[in-house]
């Protein structure tokens, strides 16, 4: 038996970790509000790497940590729409597959 954490363990820590890093930064409300937004639609490796740079911020807090932050962000938000448009494709071909075996 190993001691190693469930996938929710892992989930709840890496959420638990990015709330006391958003808390504990200097970004405006609205950016943290936004941030917290996407969090439930990101995979564990993008809210991995949001805590990365949220932890980068907080230790540095300087603007060029910030710049860091919105690329992070932005390099994230393309991950995220890559994927949905994958799944979007995939979806639509696996419908137009069953459409074509229906008489």
Same mark, same amino acid.
């Given at each position: 038996m190993t001691n190693e954490p469930s996938p929710d363990q892992d989930l709840q820590n890496?959420?638990?970790r990015l709330a006391l890093l958003l808390v504990a930064s200097d970004l405006p409300d609205e950016v943290k509000k936004s941030v917290a937004a996407m969090v439930p $639609?990101?995979?564990?490796p993008q809210m991995d790497q949001l805590a990365g740079i949220l932890e980068r911020l907080v230790s540095d807090g300087s603007n060029?940590?910030?710049e860091s932050f919105r690329a992070g962000l932005?390099?994230?938000q393309q991950g995220f729409d890559a994927? $949905?448009?994958a799944i979007k494709k995939k979806a639509s071909d696996q419908l137009?597959?069953?459409k074509n075996h229906i008489p």
């Open positions: 890496v959420g638990q $639609e990101m995979s564990l060029a940590e910030l932005q390099s994230i994927e $949905e448009q137009d597959a069953i």
